[in-house]
C-alpha cells in the first residue's frame, strides 16, 4: 500500500476537532451542564460523533512515533526493519481510515425521521404494498432497536394503506453512522413491486408502486418558526377503512400552512391536542425539508452524492416476488432474498447505499 499523499492536511483538519473533544469532555465534567437536559444531550452527541475521529487520530500519531522510531534503529538491527516495514503498512491503514472518518458527513445524519409512503399507481394493490413497505420498516426499526410510531394513516378496503406516516427514533444517543436519518434517508423515491395481486383471478404478474418520502425530525420547535397566523387548523372526526368512524369527538386535526400550500393532517392520536402536536412535527419537518431542498437546486449542490441526488420521483428499488428478488437500481446491489428484507433485513440494501455516497464523497474530497 501507499502511504496517503495528504497527510500534512488530514493533521491540520484533525487538530481543531481535538480541541474541541478535549472541550467538550471539560464541560461534561461541569455539573452545571448536567442540570441542561438539552445542552447536555447536544454536547453528548457531539462528543460520540468526534469520538471515532478522535481514535483514529491518536491510532496515527503513535504509529507514526513507532514507525520514526524503528527507522532509526533499523540500521543496527534488522528486526527493526522488518518492523518499521508492518508499522508503515500499518500506518497506510490507520491513516485511510482516518481519511474516511474526515469525509464531510451530513449534519443531519444523528436525526430521528419521519417516514411517509403512500399508494401509487396500481389501486388496491399499490395500497397492500404499501403495507407492506410499513411493515418492512417496522421491523427494521426493531431490530435496529429504534421506536416507532404511527402517527397517521388511511387504511385502505383490504388491509393495506392510501397513505401511512410513520416516526422513527433512536433510543439514547446512538453511534455515529447508525441513527435513523443516516441509514433511511436513502429510501426516499418509488419503490416498484412485481407479483400476483390477490385481486387477479388469471394468476398475471401485475406491476404497481408506492411511493416514499423520508424526512430528518426537527428536533427543536425553535429551528422552524410558525407565525400562527400563518396557520389554518380545522378540526374533525376521525375515520378508518370505508369512512367508518373511529370515534365519537372531533380529535383529528388538519393544519394548512398557508404562505406553502403545506397540508398535513393527524388522527391516530386519541386527543385533539396530541393530534395537533404530531401535525406541527410533520409541518416543521417539511418545511425544513423544503428549504434544504430549494437551497440545493438553486445552489446545484454538487457535494450531494450521486444516491441522495436522485429525484424523488425516480424509481429507485424493484421487489420481485415470483423471483424473490431486490434490486435497488442507484447502486446495482441485487440479491435473491426479498422474503427476509420484506421482514426487516435491510442491512446489505441499505449498506450499498451507504457505500455508494462514501465512494461518491470520497472522490470528491480528492480520496480516491
Not at 398475471?204 to 426537527?218: F, K
Not at 427543536?220 to 378540526?235: M, Q
Not at 393532517?265 to 434544504?292: D, G, Y
Amino acid at each position: 500500500m501507499t502511504q496517503h499523499p495528504a497527510g500534512h492536511a488530514t493533521a491540520e483538519a484533525v487538530q481543531p476537532m481535538l480541541d474541541e473533544y478535549a472541550d467538550i469532555e471539560r464541560r461534561l465534567s461541569e455539573p452545571a451542564v448536567h442540570a441542561d437536559p438539552s445542552a447536555l444531550r447536544t454536547l453528548n452527541k457531539r462528543y460520540a460523533a468526534l469520538g471515532p475521529v478522535v481514535a483514529a487520530a491518536r491510532a496515527v500519531r503513535s504509529l507514526e512515533g513507532d514507525l520514526a522510531v524503528a527507522r532509526e534503529l533499523a540500521p543496527q538491527d534488522e528486526a527493526f526493519a522488518r518492523e518499521a516495514g508492518e508499522l508503515a503498512d500499518s500506518l497506510d491503514v490507520a491513516q485511510e481510515k482516518l481519511h474516511r472518518l474526515l469525509v464531510p458527513r451530513d449534519p443531519d445524519d444523528d436525526r430521528d425521521v419521519i417516514l411517509e409512503i403512500k399508494a401509487g399507481e396500481g389501486g388496491e394493490e399499490s395500497a397492500l404494498f404499501a403495507g407492506d413497505l410499513l411493515r418492512m420498516y417496522l421491523r427494521f426499526a426493531e431490530r435496529r432497536g429504534w421506536s416507532t410510531s404511527v402517527m397517521d394513516a388511511t387504511p385502505s378496503d383490504l388491509g393495506g394503506y392510501k397513505d401511512v406516516r410513520l416516526a422513527v427514533r433512536a433510543k439514547g444517543i446512538p453511534e455515529p453512522g447508525s441513527a435513523p436519518w443516516a441509514l433511511l434517508k436513502y429510501e426516499g423515491g418509488v419503490h416498484r413491486v412485481q407479483r400476483v395481486p390477490v385481486t387477479e383471478s388469471q394468476g398475471r404478474i401485475h406491476t404497481s408502486a408506492a411511493g416514499v418520502l423520508v424526512m430528518p425530525e426537527v428536533e427543536d420547535a425553535a429551528e422552524v418558526e410558525l407565525d400562527p397566523a400563518a396557520l389554518r387548523i380545522d378540526v374533525f372526526r376521525s375515520s378508518g377503512p370505508g369512512g367508518q368512524s373511529v370515534n365519537t369527538t372531533d380529535s383529528a386535526v388538519r393544519i394548512t400552512h398557508l404562505p406553502s400550500g403545506i397540508v398535513v393532517s393527524c388522527q391516530n392520536e386519541k386527543s385533539q391536542l396530541q393530534n395537533k402536536e404530531a401535525a406541527l412535527r410533520v409541518l416543521r419537518a417539511r418545511l425544513r425539508q423544503q428549504v434544504i431542498d430549494e437551497a440545493a437546486s438553486a445552489a446545484n449542490d454538487a457535494r450531494r452524492s450521486q444516491v441522495r441526488t436522485v429525484d424523488r420521483s425516480e424509481r429507485i428499488r424493484t421487489y420481485n416476488y415470483p423471483e424473490n428478488r431486490i434490486s435497488d437500481h442507484r447502486t446495482g446491489f441485487k440479491a435473491y432474498n426479498l422474503d427476509l428484507v420484506l421482514e426487516g433485513d435491510l442491512d446489505a440494501v441499505v449498506s450499498s447505499a451507504v457505500e455508494a455516497d462514501d465512494a461518491a464523497q470520497l472522490a470528491r474530497v480528492g480520496g480516491r
